[in-house]
């Protein structure tokens, strides 16, 4: 044995005692230094808050002190005077909010989105869910009121309109910036409508409005004027509702106008939201977030720190979700929506509302007349319109809505003074349907109980619907059987959302059933006006009528009201006749909402869940909630 070998040991063991003497104190410190780091962040924390509320309070007082002296006046539109309409405060609802005894910033809205987006860039987009995202990051010169539905300034604190209803000039607040710093002026608002009317963007639909403005005009850094060729009803919507987008941001995308096109999340604005990377958000996240925008220039505070949608379009990995805590609303189909309301894990964390918006859109089928360049059997509007008597509405709302819906007479609404109460549904059902296939020269030949025209081809026809709404689906097997019953083989075709765009802009269908949103008072002449079939427009149904044309273009031009309805009944009572869309119905809003959620309200809009300037808020001890 060497007995000289433990004393050569000890200076190992020394230096592996003075490591690990080290390595406590380094995790001493280290500990030390994360305690202070984490209270340095709180301090911060709390210090933004207060400069936050101090912001808030100073842009209060001059919001206040600015439109003391100015005479209130809730819509201008009329331009019967030359007087400027000093803006409504846009904020009062948020600001009621804000002083509630329980309100607090932060926390995370949580939505989820029932199919996948193609893109959110501004113009390009064509989907409601697009639009939601973008509406808390881009903001318009007015907005309406939730309760009175009358104009408030947004970013005009007021507006013109010369007597003959022709000029319409907007003074900006002052103080407006977008969300990186940099100034909002009157040149970013002549740059939105220059960006949007430039032929290279992909926005036909968009300009199909806009076409009617001749320019837009900076007088100053605070005032823009819209100039328009001829009197349009919907003038201070128009001018007043287009977003304003950054000059610095977009303007460079007009030398690459294919990439801007193909783009899928160019998304930048002053709204009190915004995408941490503004160039750089892709559908295949499966998820859009937004961040609360630290330079808000409005005189409230956006209450969530965070709005996140998750993409989900499976219906019960949705409810799923909602049950889990991962989602603050669920929209339940009708079936649903009575199942639930027994539900006692729902009714514990939600409450549930039922409610028809008066801008409640509405669903249709619309009959492809021109395929190919050729017509198709829909061109005869004998068939379209025994196409219409065959299609059982009051069914589907009884079997399929469960009497959570109304029919769809038309794009105008019942209660809007655009429908002429006189104009109803078509009657006759199976019976007047037969008798106009037949006089079309549609009968059965083989005695197989199928139609077949003077050819001898069946009248068969393929319908293109979203696959993943479920009600949409029971729809169209309802209507298999109905149509199935005159004679008729219609073969379903559940087809991706982005595919049926694809095959809208190609018109490469023979029927489609999808929705349209609506509005107080609807512009159709996207949708039917024959000038809209080409360049990508919405009346991919190829429908022409000159008198429907006339009556549309009479409407828009009208801004007696008296007059300008007696236009639209007529466009209303051509478009019943004509049948280029069967119309179906207009569906109740059915939403659960997690009762973590304060402030949650109905309006004439509907809920003000959506509402920005943001109106509803998680209270501090709700935010922690799963």
């Given at each position: ?5 433990p ?23 280290s ?34 002190l ?10 201008n ?68 009121d ?11 604190e007021?507006?013109e ?86 000059r ?24 009190p ?8 958000w892709?559908?295949?996240?499966g ?5 609360r ?45 009575r ?40 061109a ?57 296939l ?9 005695g ?17 619907f ?57 512009d ?58 069967t ?31 943001v ?12």
């Open positions: 044995m060497n007995h000289t070998d004393p050569r040991r000890w200076p190992l063991w020394l230096a592996f005692a003075l490591v690990v003497g080290v390595l406590l104190l380094v995790m001493v410190q500990d030390r230094q994360w305690q202070r780091m984490t209270e340095m962040l709180r301090v911060l924390d709390e210090q933004s808050a207060d400069l936050r509320q101090m912001r808030t309070a100073l842009r209060t007082m001059e919001e206040r600015r439109h003391a002296p100015l005479a209130a006046s809730a819509d539109a009329s331009g019967a005077d030359n007087a400027a309409a000093a803006a409504p405060d846009a904020f009062a609802r948020a600001r009621a909010a804000a002083a509630q005894p329980d309100f607090a910033l932060g926390g995370t809205f949580l939505r989820t989105f029932g199919t996948g987006l193609k893109t959110i860039t501004p113009l390009i987009s064509a989907d409601a869910y697009a639009s939601e995202v973008q509406g808390y990051v881009l903001e318009t010169l007015l907005t309406r939730a309760d009175t539905l009358q104009w408030q300034g947004m970013l005009a007021r507006w309109v010369s007597p003959g209803g022709l000029n319409f000039t907007f003074w900006l607040r002052p103080g407006l910036q977008f969300s990186d710093g940099s100034p909002l002026t009157a040149d970013d608002v002549c740059f939105s409508y220059e960006f949007l009317m430039n032929e290279a963007i992909a926005a036909p639909r968009l300009r199909a409005y806009y076409e009617r403005i001749r320019k837009v005009e900076a007088i100053d850094a605070r005032t823009v004027r819209f100039v328009f060729d001829e009197p349009y009803f919907d003038a201070l919507a128009l001018a007043g509702g287009m977003e304003v987008l950054s610095k941001f977009y303007e460079p995308w007009l030398k690459k106008p294919r990439e801007f096109n193909e783009s899928r999340g160019l998304l930048f604005g002053s709204g939201y915004r995408l941490a990377d503004p160039l750089n892709r559908p295949d996240q998820r859009v977030e937004l961040e925008n630290p330079r808000y220039w409005a005189p409230v505070e956006a209450s969530f720190d965070h709005i996140s949608w998750r993409v989900m379009e499976n219906d019960s990995a949705r409810l799923a979700a909602f049950r889990n805590g991962e989602t603050d609303l669920y929209s339940a189909r009708p079936r649903e929506y199942q639930l309301q027994a539900d006692a894990q729902i009714s514990a964390h939600a409450r549930h509302f039922e409610y028809m918006s008066p801008t409640a859109g509405y669903s249709w089928i619309g009959w492809n007349q021109s395929r190919g360049g050729k017509p198709t059997r829909f005869d509007v004998r068939v379209r319109r025994a196409m219409t008597l065959l299609t059982d509405v009051e069914r589907i709302i009884n079997e399929i809505f469960l009497g959570y819906a109304v029919p769809a007479v038309s794009p105008f609404a019942a209660g809007s003074p655009q429908h002429d109460p006189a104009i109803t549904q078509p009657v006759g059902g199976l019976e007047a349907a037969r008798k106009l037949a006089e079309a020269g549609y009968a059965e030949r083989n197989d109980g199928i139609l077949r025209d003077a050819q001898g081809k069946p009248f068969e026809f393929e319908l293109v979203f696959q993943n709404n479920e009600d949409t689906r029971q729809i169209v097997l309802l209507l298999r059987d109905l149509y199935a019953r005159a004679g008729i083989i219609m073969k379903p075709v559940p087809t991706e959302w982005a595919v049926m765009l694809e095959r809208m802009n190609q018109r490469d269908f023979d029927a489609i059933t999808l929705g349209w949103t609506s509005g107080i008072e609807v159709i002449y996207q949708m039917f006006h024959s000038s809209q079939i080409a360049d990508g427009g919405d009346n991919f149904i190829g429908h022409r009528n000159a008198r429907l044309d006339a009556a549309i273009d009479a409407a828009r031009s009208e801004t007696d009201e008296e007059r300008r309805m007696a236009h639209w009944h007529e466009a209303e009572r051509l478009l019943v006749e004509d049948a280029p869309y119309f179906l119905v207009r569906g109740k809003s059915l939403v659960f909402v997690r009762d973590r959620l304060a402030n949650v309200q109905p309006t004439r809009l509907g809920l003000n869940l959506l509402a920005v300037p109106e509803i808020y998680l209270p501090a001890n709700r935010q922690k909630e799963k």
